[in-house]
């Protein structure tokens, strides 16, 4: 499940990383990154 969290932030990360460069898409973008943060939290917190 740990990894699958990981997996899940970097995507979002990557997709934020996307987004911030070429779409310019607005809000949504910081909005993944914070679900990217928070997953990543999640997956440090869990293991601890």
Known sequence: MRGLLYIIAVILVIGWLFG???????????????IAVIALL????RRA
């Open 20 to 34: 911030f460069f070429f779409i310019h898409a607005g809000g949504i973008i910081h909005i993944l990154l914070v």
């Open 42 to 45: 999640l997956g440090v917190i």
